[in-house]
């Protein structure tokens, strides 16, 4: 939906200030959190947002205009309106206002920014939003250079609100998702036999994509509704099985709710992890479904956390930790420029299609990457130079996780250990096979794998006494 629930005609810069991506709670709303680099530098310690300091009373008026437009705000929001002196807004937003602007009326620019209503501070400004400003909205990006005690917010009722309401939903159990500006395949990690979600598109085709995209996933026959216009007096409401869609004559301001009916032979995503190995391209150079799943427990993903996936072969342990929660951000490693691009794929297909990968070989790719809060170094670790540089780029109090394979790679990690701590873990493995009729046991290969977290400035390495402690007496 174009313009619909905050989304501004930028709706694609929402993607590049919001997304995010939704899992876990890769469901509700999953895709609201900034990811890590995008919010302007300053003191983040402080309470008030980036970019600002004094307060400087309440000069921004935010108003959530619906599509029965003027008649549809409170008598306060039709005041902020009539008593700004600037108004800001989509073409299609100043117009519903009408003549409640009477003030100077500027038209989002393309591409979009928010300068303009930055430098009016201290003067009269409006702002006007669909629906609820801050759901996927203007209200949000304003709220990170903007003080809550300088603005005044009316907002109006969502896209999804209205699309709940006409369909008798309880909003508080259907995933919440917008698509505006983002790939379809983010949509993947949704798709769950039963679910009920509401999507936000970009445009008139948004719908019959949606209806081909969980088609081709073998959840043709859910149920596609189409709501259009909400809230306006063209809105329409219709629907369709997603595999028998056929309308053609869809408003470009749409909503799309659906019912999930997965066949059963359909390619749904588990919640937990440990994908099997053939959702995955890969060309043998893959951390196995078990031992993925041990070590995705290891990094132990927490909200916000960055992860550097270092030699990532098919980006499977990347690709997991972004499924673990819409507000993960991931960056994956890869010296070789097929298996980079193999990444790329899998991401896509998986439904996290942001996951960076940098091709290139560590580690020298290293340089200049955002710091992680996490680090996974699953191939590479006994090269001269990458074990070393990856622990200087981890956060303090950050974690990384190694495991290995070869004999060269466990020394590396028996020395780490014996110099600074951590969790040392033996993973063994056996699969059953038939055995000249009958069934047997063939082990894989052991993994050795050190967990450690690196000390906050001041505090000793984990697993080792502060200096002058222990040991003697």
Same mark, same amino acid.
């Given at each position: 939906?174009?313009?619909?629930?905050?989304?501004? =005609?930028?709706?694609?810069?929402?993607?590049?200030?919001?997304?995010?991506?939704?899992?876990?709670?890769?469901?509700?709303?999953?895709? @609201?959190?900034?990811?890590?680099?995008?919010?302007?530098?300053?003191?983040?310690?402080?309470?008030?947002?980036?970019?600002?300091?004094?307060?400087?009373?309440?000069?921004?008026?935010?108003?959530?205009?619906?599509?029965?437009?003027?008649?549809?705000?409170?008598p306060a929001a039709r005041a902020a309106i009539a008593s700004a002196e600037i108004v800001?807004?989509?073409?299609?937003?100043?117009?519903?206002?009408?003549?409640?602007?009477?003030?100077?009326? $500027?038209?989002?620019?393309?591409?979009?920014?928010?300068?303009? *209503?930055?430098?009016?501070?201290?003067?009269?400004?409006?702002?006007?939003?669909?629906?609820d400003p801050f759901l996927y909205g203007v209200g949000a990006?304003?709220?990170?250079?903007?003080?809550?005690?300088?603005?005044?917010?009316?907002?109006?009722?969502?896209?999804?609100?209205? !699309?709940? !309401?006409?369909?008798?939903?309880?909003?508080?159990?259907?995933?919440?998702?917008?698509?505006?500006?983002?790939?379809?395949?983010?949509?993947?990690?949704?798709?769950?036999?039963?679910?009920?979600?509401?999507?936000?598109?970009?445009?008139?085709?948004?719908?019959?994509?949606?209806?081909?995209?969980?088609?081709?996933?073998?959840?043709?026959?859910?149920?596609?509704?189409?709501?259009?216009?909400?809230?306006?007096?063209?809105?329409? *409401?219709?629907?369709?099985?997603?595999?028998?869609?056929?309308?053609?004559?869809?408003?470009?301001?749409?909503?799309? @709710?659906?019912?999930?009916? !997965?066949?059963?032979?359909?390619?749904?995503?588990?919640?937990?992890?440990?994908?099997?190995?053939?959702?995955?391209?890969?060309?043998? $150079?893959?951390?196995?479904?078990?031992?993925?799943?041990?070590?995705?427990?290891?990094?132990?993903?927490?909200?916000?956390?960055?992860?550097?996936?270092? #030699?990532?072969?098919?980006?499977?342990?990347?690709?997991?930790?972004?499924?673990?929660?819409?507000?993960?951000?991931?960056?994956?490693?890869?010296?070789?420029?097929?298996?980079?691009?193999?990444?790329?794929?899998?991401?896509?297909?998986?439904?996290?299609?942001?996951?960076?990968?940098?091709?290139?070989?560590?580690?020298?790719?290293?340089?200049?990457?955002?710091?992680?809060?996490?680090?996974?170094?699953?191939?590479?670790?006994?090269?001269?130079?990458?074990?070393?540089?990856?622990?200087?780029?981890?956060?303090? #109090?950050?974690?990384?996780?190694?495991?290995?394979?070869?004999?060269?790679?466990?020394?590396?990690?028996?020395?780490?250990?014996?110099?600074?701590?951590?969790?040392?873990?033996?993973?063994?493995?056996?699969?059953?096979? %038939?055995?000249?009729?009958?069934?047997?046991?063939?082990?894989?290969?052991?993994? =050795?794998?050190?967990?450690?977290?690196? %000390?906050?400035?001041?505090?000793?390495?984990?697993?080792?006494?502060?200096?002058?402690?222990?040991?003697?007496?």
């Open positions: 939906m174009a313009e619909t629930a905050g989304v501004e =005609t930028e709706g694609s810069v929402m993607a590049d200030i919001l997304p995010t991506a939704p899992v876990s709670d890769r469901r509700r709303e999953g895709f @609201a959190q900034a990811p890590r680099g995008l919010i302007p530098t300053g003191d983040e310690s402080s309470s008030s947002p980036v970019g600002i300091s004094a307060p400087a009373g309440r000069w921004l008026s935010i108003v959530g205009i619906g599509e029965d437009g003027a008649d549809g705000l409170c800001f807004g989509g073409a299609r937003h100043l117009a519903l206002a009408g003549d409640l602007v009477t003030g100077e009326a $500027q038209v989002w620019p393309s591409p979009f920014s928010l300068a303009g *209503v930055l430098a009016a501070r201290g003067r009269n400004v409006c702002v006007l939003a669909s629906g990006s304003l709220a990170r250079h903007v003080p809550a005690d300088e603005m005044s917010a009316f907002p109006a009722p969502s896209a999804f609100a209205l !699309a709940a !309401a006409r369909l008798g939903w309880a909003l508080q159990e259907a995933d919440l998702v917008s698509l505006h500006g983002r790939p379809l395949a983010r949509l993947r990690p949704f798709l769950q036999d039963g679910a009920r979600l509401i999507l936000l598109t970009s445009d008139e085709d948004g719908p019959r994509q949606v209806a081909d995209f969980i088609t081709a996933l073998g959840c043709g026959a859910s149920r596609l509704v189409v709501l259009e216009a909400l809230g306006g007096p063209s809105e329409r *409401v219709r629907e369709a099985r997603a595999d028998a869609f056929a309308f053609t004559d869809v408003a470009a301001l749409n909503v799309v @709710a659906l019912e999930v009916v !997965a066949g059963a032979d359909a390619p749904l995503l588990p919640l937990a992890s440990g994908l099997p190995d053939d959702l995955f391209e890969h060309d043998g $150079q893959i951390t196995k479904r078990e031992v993925r799943a041990l070590t995705l427990s290891s990094l132990a993903p927490r909200r916000g956390e960055l992860l550097w996936d270092i #030699g990532a072969g098919a980006g499977s342990i990347a690709i997991e930790w972004l499924l673990a929660h819409p507000s993960l951000s991931a960056i994956a490693i890869e010296g070789h420029a097929d298996r980079a691009a193999r990444i790329a794929r899998n991401a896509g297909r998986l439904g996290v299609p942001h996951l960076k990968v940098v091709e290139g070989a560590a580690p020298g790719a290293l340089a200049g990457l955002p710091p992680p809060d996490v680090i996974f170094l699953g191939g590479g670790a006994s090269e001269p130079g990458v074990f070393e540089m990856a622990l200087a780029a981890l956060k303090p #109090g950050g974690r990384l996780v190694a495991n290995a394979v070869t004999l060269e790679t466990e020394a590396v990690l028996l020395s780490a250990h014996a110099r600074l701590g951590g969790d040392l873990v033996r993973i063994a493995l056996a699969r059953s096979v %038939p055995v000249k009729g009958m069934t047997g046991w063939r082990p894989a290969m052991p993994v =050795t794998q050190w967990r450690y977290g690196k %000390p906050l400035e001041g505090k000793p390495p984990e697993g080792k006494p502060p200096e002058g402690e222990g040991g003697g007496t």
